[in-house]
């Protein structure tokens, strides 16, 4: 029998407006797990799609605008207000991108990016640089970007537009992030996880407390482990393990459906467990009947039987000699009859073949008037033999006398047979023709069994399961 994976449930009609509120709060809090897990890696996606939630989100990663590359923006947006101002060729918007450029080339050197592991960021700038103004190093691309006879000749509009659209993303992605006294990343998400934590505490003590009180014999700890997956719940760390708890609670209040997994991880794992076993099982049995036979286990068996174990008889029958009785009756009583006029054909064909190789049957032949006798006599003699030797069969199992000595001779030709068995070369070669046998059968059909056989027998069990529930 194959153990089956279960869920249990605790039905509580009265109770089930709380455990669904729980489960619903448990899944609240995995999705709040979920968002802090992917925040940093989706920080990007969440800066162009929802900036609000990043301004709410960064300090609690303990996210800040980088120094550096904040100040590069707020040069770029001073440079803008002041073009509007004074226009492109003044004094102090050419120092602006004066200041620019050096801000540019030292933004290459040193990279505030890898800080934020956007190292790729950074490379992008440098690209989209590159084929804005046909340059190939990113410093001379910078210089070239910002220089006033660069946006004097393709517009200043257009290419401060490419930068906000283009370049300013890129560069306002990066971040600085505080680093805590162990050394460790800023994290506050404790802040917003511990009310949730607190609930769940207390809740799983109290459900422990019940099911200690409905069970006297188990103790504390015995309880606590009836809800073992809870405890993932109250773990400050691994809290994407909180999966399973809240799969389990949805699932004890019908709030998801996880029968049809249920069942097939059920069926999964019966097969697998089922093809181990039985492969286990059958080439086991199978080695040690090729031990046996090997130590001569099966020779002395049947050479001594002095040697047996006594054999216990459920119903004081002995069910081998009454099968082949019973064989030997419905042979004789009723299949003979039914194949007689073959063996009355097969007997005249054998008699016909044999009178014609003798020279009186051929000159009879040739006797005018007797040419057919021959015929006639050879079907007579094949019926009457046939009909003879059913006959005869009926009375040998009718007949006492004939009984004992098919009795003698059974026993006769059983003692010469086994005196010839037990010659050393004889029981070498069957002991030699059985372990290959007994390996062959290990190889085509066990292992066969394993892989194609289990699937059937779990679809037959499965409607035999199905008939009795019903």
């Known amino acids: 029998m194959t153990s089956k994976i279960s869920i249990r449930k605790y039905p509580v009609p009265r109770n089930r407006w709380?455990?669904?509120?729980?489960?619903?709060?448990?899944?609240?809090?995995?999705?709040?797990?979920?968002?802090?897990?992917?925040?940093?890696?989706?920080?990007?996606?969440?800066?162009?799609?929802?900036?609000?939630?990043?301004q709410l989100y960064d300090p609690i990663k303990g996210i800040q605008p980088h120094p550096e590359t904040q100040n590069y923006l707020d040069k770029v947006t001073e440079l803008e207000e002041q073009v509007l101002q004074t226009g492109l060729q003044s004094p102090q918007a050419e120092s602006l991108l004066g200041e620019l450029r050096f801000l540019s080339h030292r933004m290459i050197e040193d990279n505030p990016f890898d800080v934020a592991n956007k190292s790729g960021t950074l490379a992008k700038i440098k690209n989209e640089i590159r084929l804005r103004t046909n340059e190939q190093s990113a410093r001379d691309a910078f210089t070239r970007f910002w220089s006033q006879a660069y946006l004097s000749q393709m517009g200043w509009q257009s290419e401060i537009n490419f930068f906000n659209y283009q370049i300013r993303p890129l560069i306002n992605s990066n971040y600085y992030?505080?680093?805590g006294r162990f050394?460790?990343?800023?994290?506050?998400?404790?802040?917003?996880d511990l009310p949730f934590v607190i609930?769940?505490?207390?809740?799983?003590?109290?459900?422990?407390f019940y099911i200690s009180r409905r069970n006297p014999?188990?103790?504390?700890?015995?309880?606590?482990?009836?809800r073992w997956y809870d405890l993932f719940l109250l773990l400050p760390f691994w809290r994407w393990l909180r999966v399973i708890p809240v799969t389990i609670r949805l699932y004890q209040a019908d709030l998801l459906n996880l029968e049809p997994l249920r069942s097939q991880i059920n069926h999964d794992f019966a097969?697998?467990?089922?093809e181990e076993i039985t492969e286990m099982v059958g080439i086991q049995v199978i080695d040690q009947m090729q031990d046996a036979i090997r130590q001569g286990d099966l020779a002395r068996w049947l050479f001594?039987?002095?040697?047996?174990?006594?054999y216990i008889q459920v119903n004081e029958t002995n069910e081998a000699k009454a099968i082949a009785t019973r064989l030997v009756n419905v042979s004789v009583y009723d299949v003979l009859p039914q194949v007689q006029p073959?063996?009355?054909?097969?007997?005249h064909h054998t008699i016909a073949s044999t009178l014609k190789e003798s020279p009186a049957y051929q000159q009879i032949q040739n006797i005018p008037g007797l040419n057919h006798l021959p015929n006639q006599l050879t079907e007579k003699l094949a019926h009457d033999l046939s009909q003879s030797i059913s006959n005869n069969l009926i009375m040998v199992l009718s007949d006492s006398v004939t009984a004992k000595l098919t009795s003698r001779l059974i026993t006769n030709f059983r003692d010469a047979l086994e005196m010839e068995l037990q010659k050393k070369h004889n029981v070498q070669e069957f002991q030699s023709l059985l372990i290959d046998m007994l390996e062959e059968i290990k190889i085509n059909y066990v292992k066969g069994i394993a892989s194609s056989g289990v699937e059937k027998i779990l679809e037959e069990a499965n409607q035999i399961h199905t008939i009795i529930h019903q």
Request: proline share 5%; net charge negative.
């Open 18 to 54: 709380f455990e669904r509120l729980i489960a619903i709060l448990a899944l609240v809090n995995l999705c709040l797990v979920l968002f802090d897990l992917t925040y940093i890696p989706w920080r990007d996606f969440y800066l162009q799609v929802l900036p609000n939630v990043t």
């Open 177 to 179: 992030r505080d680093i």
């Open 183 to 192: 050394g460790n990343f800023v994290n506050r998400f404790w802040l917003i």
């Open 199 to 208: 609930i769940f505490a207390l809740e799983f003590l109290a459900r422990t």
């Open 217 to 226: 014999s188990l103790n504390w700890l015995e309880a606590m482990l009836r």
């Open 271 to 274: 097969v697998s467990f089922a």
């Open 304 to 310: 001594h039987p002095e040697t047996r174990k006594p």
């Open 342 to 347: 073959d063996i009355e054909a097969l007997m």
